[in-house]
């Protein structure tokens, strides 16, 4: 689609209430971004990446328009920012589920006023969107699932409930002890019990295990496209897999299904003709830390632009997505089926639990089966739970010989030439 072939989307953001100014602004950034990032620094990239390509190209029209369409239908929208918030209890009661973590700076105009400055971007970004009348995915939520992953999100929760509903799903710290499955299956099933009341619709098992078999889908074929970058040489780019996690955030199912399975299929051809996007000899980097949203693509560039390869992000915008699994989706009755539900959410591994020796198991396990190099672990600035964890998993990685940097940073790019000297050495050493 050309420029003079795009919809007109004006009259949809002012309808939404779009600060049209400020949303002028953000939309006359990001195509610049997006050219010098993805298309100017990238040399023959998947044809399939073209989908995702046209979605950024278009960020805030076609998908908002499908969301409006929906809602015109009676379907209500669903905001949520974390992995722990089950998207098939949503999609199950025929509502849709957005992904709304903010992941530029350009937001934090309109939340700087109501945040300390020692908090981390992720939740000044979300905040900003939020409130700022700049975002129409915000704009489109019937209300907002929040949890309580880490402390700067419970009191984000209690700010954007003033412009928005929010409800709150609390989620257990000590994951490993009995007593917190219990207390996860109780919160999902109040979670459902609040969505019931926002949807109008009714749980059945029906329903939610035909919800639970797409998401599988979703994540299955977002899988292949991993298992296709443990190839060398890489049949793609670090950059353009994380894309294609991110949009997965809030798009839809069922185009998510069809576009990343011919991406996956186009790289399993491109390994057999070995078609690649680096040399085979290109350092091979896992990423591992705090998520990663759209445009955030400021480490992989980095990376990949002094010559290595990020291979694998051991993030909630990367494997974390869908390396938990559900051992079968087979159940009786609804409490069957949330239990499998539960299990399987509670099989990812976050740096807000207590202990977390499996999070860093999981960073040593794709180091072998990614042929890894090395390790970045990558920390916004002030988010406490990653930065702690990162402490100790360079002094444990570097006693077994992994060779691994940690990197703090935010969204701005002031610091961009520092990462730089930094990641040229650390690539040097290996």
């Known amino acids: 689609m050309t420029e003079s072939q795009k919809p007109d989307w004006y009259s949809m953001w002012q309808e939404l209430g779009i600060d049209i100014e400020k949303h002028d602004q953000l939309l006359a950034v990001l195509p610049n971004v997006f050219k010098e990032v993805y298309i100017d620094a990238q040399k023959n990239r998947p044809e399939s990446m073209a989908f995702w390509d046209f979605v950024v190209g278009d960020i805030h029209g076609i998908r908002v328009s499908e969301l409006k369409k929906a809602k015109e239908e009676g379907k209500k929208v669903i905001g949520t920012f974390c992995l722990y918030v089950p998207d098939e209890i949503i999609f199950a009661l025929d509502a849709i589920g957005v992904g709304l973590c903010g992941g530029t700076n350009f937001s934090n105009y309109a939340s700087e006023d109501l945040l300390p400055a020692n908090i981390c971007a992720l939740i000044k970004s979300a905040i900003g969107f939020g409130i700022g009348n700049i975002c129409p995915y915000y704009a489109m939520t019937d209300v907002l699932i929040g949890e309580t992953t880490c402390d700067g999100k419970k009191k984000a929760w209690e700010i954007l409930n003033e412009y928005k509903p929010v409800y709150v799903m609390e989620t257990p710290q000590c994951k490993s002890r009995p007593q917190a499955r219990d207390h996860f299956l109780t919160e999902i099933k109040a979670l459902i019990a609040k969505l019931e009341e926002v949807t109008g619709k009714k749980l059945t098992k029906e329903n939610l295990k035909a919800a639970m078999e797409k998401i599988s889908k979703k994540r299955a074929q977002m899988r292949r496209v991993y298992e296709a970058r443990k190839a060398n040489p890489a049949p793609i780019s670090g950059k353009d897999a994380l894309l294609m996690s991110q949009v997965a955030f809030y798009d839809d199912p069922d185009r998510e299904i069809e576009m990343v399975g011919k991406l996956a299929d186009e790289l399993e051809q491109r390994i057999k003709k070995g078609v690649s996007v680096m040399d085979k000899n290109s350092k091979r980097i896992i990423i591992s830390g705090t998520p990663m949203a759209v445009p955030n693509w400021k480490m992989h560039h980095i990376i990949e632009s002094n010559g290595a390869l990020v291979v694998a992000e051991e993030t909630c915008t990367g494997t974390r997505y869908f390396d938990s699994e ?41 180091v072998k089966e990614y042929n890894a190099d090395g390790v970045v672990l990558y920390t916004l600035s002030f988010c406490q739970p990653y930065d702690v964890e990162a402490k100790s998993f360079e002094k444990i990685l570097k006693k077994e010989g992994i060779p691994v940097i940690s990197i703090t940073t935010d969204y701005s790019s002031e610091d961009q030439s520092q990462l730089t000297t930094r990641i040229q050495a650390f690539l040097e050493m290996l």
Do not use: V
């Open 326 to 366: 559900f051992s079968e989706i087979n159940g009786d009755t609804i409490e069957d089926l949330l239990e499998i539900l539960a299990d399987r959410y509670l099989g990812i591994n976050c740096a807000c639990f207590t202990p977390n020796d499996d999070r860093l198991n999981d960073i040593k396990r794709l």
